[in-house]
């Protein structure tokens, strides 16, 4: 019995992950990760990193993040407390979908994640006080190929459910994109 459910979002390779739940009268079990069924999905490298935020303010922006080659990473984005609007931006260069992005609601009561391809910008916005979320990485964090997107640039138009409450000075100074930017190459 697989312990997923894998939904498609309309950028190709973009998924989103149902958790399907094993309870009783003590309360569940949630698989968060397992190599071999999530492959269908598009996860084909091991974990390499782990990593849990914190963000106590709704409304708080974290991102837009990416990482640069070599260090271009898979993640899967769980929510589990609160409830956030988690957005990925295509960065592919000579995707259909390139500089689109899509957003689903992930929380702790609806149990999904996010399956963040190569080659795309993250970050979410919270929509509840007192968020609490896990990433699984395919690569580890260098600071060297670090970068971002600005997620108020209005060439992304990204639509963030509600005012920005909060957002750190290092994502506010991403740069808005320009012509000089084609995207990340894998």
């Known amino acids: 019995m697989s ?70 990473e898979m993640k899967l984005v769980t929510c589990l407390q609160g409830e956030i609007w988690d957005v990925a931006v295509d960065l592919r260069v000579g995707s259909p979908t390139f500089l689109k992005w899509h957003a689903e609601t992930l929380s702790s009561s609806n149990h999904r994640a996010l399956l963040i391809p190569e080659g795309f910008a993250h970050g979410f916005q919270t929509l509840s006080d007192n968020c609490e979320l896990l990433y699984l990485h395919s690569a580890a964090y260098s600071a060297e190929f670090e970068a ?10 990204i639509g963030w459910p509600l005012a920005i409450a909060e957002l750190s000075a290092r994502d506010a100074q991403h740069p808005m994109l320009d012509n000089q930017f084609k995207g990340v190459i894998l």
């Not at 990593?51 to 837009?64: L, S």
């Not at 971002?148 to 138009?157: H, K, R, T, Y």
């Open 148 to 157: 971002g997107l600005n997620a108020e640039d209005p060439q992304l138009s």
């Open 3 to 72: 312990r997923f459910i894998v939904l498609d979002t309309p950028i190709d390779g973009l998924k989103v992950v149902e958790r399907q739940l094993m309870g009783d009268s003590r309360g569940f079990l949630s698989r968060l990760f397992c190599a071999e069924e999530l492959a269908a999905a598009g996860w084909s490298k091991p974990i390499i990193q782990v990593n849990q935020t914190f963000t106590q303010r709704r409304g708080t922006i974290r991102g837009m993040h990416f990482q640069k080659q070599p260090h271009a």
